[in-house]
């Protein structure tokens, strides 16, 4: 997504009534994760004190068996990110309602910790994401999105911001900061010409 896109993805999340879509889609936007890292968040992994979110897991659906965990696609994959201020305060948003709504489940509750659920609280189909995200964007008023879409938003918004590339590449669980040289290549070379540009206007 463009800037003027992605701010219209934000907006429409941090307000849409289902506090479920609003939390991924942040959560998504807002830190770059793929799906099956999100579907594989415990809380457990979110430490509200020191606002970071681990990732140590995926979660893939494989015929004839369901939804299975899975090591994160590289050792690198393994990591543990830094949150704003905003998503921290959305999480805690979302940790209250879902207290609440395991509370009311009582006996009925699946018994799962993971933080996005299904109905009891057993876990979700990472095939659900595409469903709330495209919710989201029709809230927005924007063409349907892939979820791997927010995540090449999120990289390309930090690169565009000046974030050193060795952040960027350990945010997104990178191996090197090559893979995301190589893959975001065509990006870089045009933030390379606005900063060439906005330099020499420092001098006019």
């Known amino acids: 997504m463009?800037?003027?896109?992605?701010k219209k993805f934000y907006a429409a999340a941090d307000t849409y009534p289902d506090i479920r879509y609003k939390t991924a889609a942040m959560i998504l936007l807002l830190t770059g994760m793929r799906r099956g890292e999100l579907c594989g968040l415990?809380?457990?992994n979110i430490d509200f004190k020191e606002a970071t979110i681990t990732i140590e897991r995926s979660v893939t659906t494989v015929a004839g068996i369901g939804i299975v965990d899975k090591e994160p696609k590289t050792?690198?994959?393994?990591?543990v990110i830094a949150i704003s201020?905003?998503?921290?305060?959305?999480?805690?948003?979302?940790?209250?309602?879902?207290d609440q709504y395991r509370y009311?489940?009582?006996?009925q509750w699946k018994g799962t910790d993971r933080l996005f659920i299904a109905e009891c609280g057993a876990q979700i189909y990472p095939g659900t994401v595409y469903t709330w995200v495209h919710k989201v964007c029709d809230a927005a008023g924007l063409p349907h999105r892939t979820v791997h879409s927010l995540r090449h938003t999120?990289?390309?918004m930090q690169i565009a911001a000046g974030v050193p590339l060795?952040?960027?590449?350990?945010?997104?669980?990178?191996a090197r900061t090559s893979t995301t040289t190589d893959i975001y290549s065509h990006f870089l070379k045009s933030s390379d010409k606005t900063a060439a540009e906005k330099l020499e206007q420092l001098f006019e």
């Open 2 to 6: 463009n800037d003027e896109d992605a």
């Open 104 to 107: 009311d489940m009582g006996d």
């Open 166 to 174: 060795v952040t960027v590449a350990g945010r997104a669980g990178h």
């Open 75 to 79: 050792e690198s994959s393994k990591r």
């Open 154 to 156: 999120n990289i390309t």
């Open 85 to 98: 201020e905003k998503l921290l305060s959305v999480l805690s948003e979302y940790k209250a309602w879902y």
């Open 42 to 44: 415990e809380w457990s």
